[in-house]
């Protein structure tokens, strides 16, 4: 079974730059494309796609409004995801999830339904 967990939060000031890790194990047992996404939840606002992207590489997926500041990447031996934030501001806070899942075509779109598998999420905190 797929698991991922999450690190790499903290507390930033705006402008400030962070970078999340997910370890993501199990994706071994899969003949299908493993996805891994990163999503977010502001306090007292539903869960939103960040990005994600096919584990083994070659397609990835921003949210527009993201896109600019946020970068998604793998290292493949060490089994991890990485997001790495830029310039960010006091509304990117909240807690980020990293999420597993398959795709048959290794794309996915940032929705919550095309993941199965979930961390337990690690705060992000940027001050202003």
């Known amino acids: 079974q797929l698991q991922v967990v999450e690190s790499g939060g903290g507390l930033v000031q705006s402008g400030g730059s962070l970078r999340l890790s997910c370890e993501v194990s199990g994706f071994s047992s899969y003949y299908v494309p493993v996805v891994i996404g990163w999503f977010r939840q502001a306090p007292g606002k539903g869960r939103e796609g960040v990005s994600c992207m096919s584990f083994s590489g070659g397609k990835t997926y921003y949210t527009n409004s993201m896109k600019d500041r946020f970068s998604i990447s793998r290292d493949n031996a060490k089994n991890t995801v990485y997001l790495q934030m830029n310039k960010l501001k006091p509304e990117d806070t909240g807690i980020y999830y990293c999420?597993?899942?398959?795709?048959?075509?290794?794309?996915?779109?940032?929705?919550?339904?095309?993941?199965?598998?979930w961390g337990h999420g690690t705060q992000v905190t940027v001050s202003s």
């Open positions: 999420a597993g899942g398959t795709s048959l075509d290794g794309s996915c779109h940032g929705n919550t339904f095309e993941f199965d598998y």
